[in-house]
């Protein structure tokens, strides 16, 4: 029964998600640790950071993790494990190949038509609310602890997510040296 409902989960977050993975993150987060309790706060944070550093899209990955874990935590052995990321991973993608297929030759025919560039103009508030989202759900005491409990985690945990902001919002540093950086820096001062 947890694979139909692994399979539902991920075809309506592969239908609402929009803003691509980052967008998802919030969607995914929400249904597989707080809804479902399938994950614990900690797996869905170690997924995500798994996710963003294997090659391929994040929403994809998560997918692709949160089914193997969900299942995996369900009790059943690996093999079943593999069918969960592959069920999550394909019900995330399906809604996506079904609308393009019926509307790319639609979108061609009427992408300037004011009624379409409007609901597209509407989208991207939406979009940046929920990468807004999924940035402040992984803005948490388990990847930042609290200055209370441990602050010398907390004061290098906040120097490292404003380096790397400042890193690669201005100065334009590749993401993949500021996450070398950050890992190097963890390592050594953490």
Not at 133 to 145: D, P, Q, R
């Amino acid at each position: 029964m947890i694979f139909l409902y692994l399979f539902i989960t991920f075809f309506e977050i592969g239908l609402f998600g929009f803003g691509g993975g980052y967008g998802m993150l919030s969607l995914i987060q929400h249904e597989t640790v707080e809804h479902w309790h399938w994950l614990s706060t900690s797996e869905f944070t170690d997924i995500v950071a798994i996710s963003q550093m294997t090659p391929g899209p994040i929403g994809i990955n998560s997918a692709t993790y949160c089914g193997y874990t969900a299942i995996h935590n369900a009790g059943y052995g690996h093999t079943m494990a593999i069918l969960g990321s592959a069920t999550a991973t394909f019900a995330l993608v399906l809604p996506s190949l079904i609308l393009m297929i019926l509307i790319s030759k639609m979108f061609m025919k009427y992408m300037h038509h004011r009624a379409v560039e409007n609901v597209f103009q509407g989208l991207r508030p939406a979009v940046v609310g929920l990468l807004a989202a999924a940035t402040l759900l992984l803005c948490n005491a388990e990847n930042f602890s609290l200055p209370t409990i441990n602050p010398w985690q907390f004061c290098i945990s906040v120097a490292l997510f404003g380096a790397t902001a400042f890193g690669t919002g201005y100065l334009h540093i590749n993401p993949i040296r500021m996450i070398v950086y950050a890992g190097i820096s963890g390592w050594l001062l953490l």
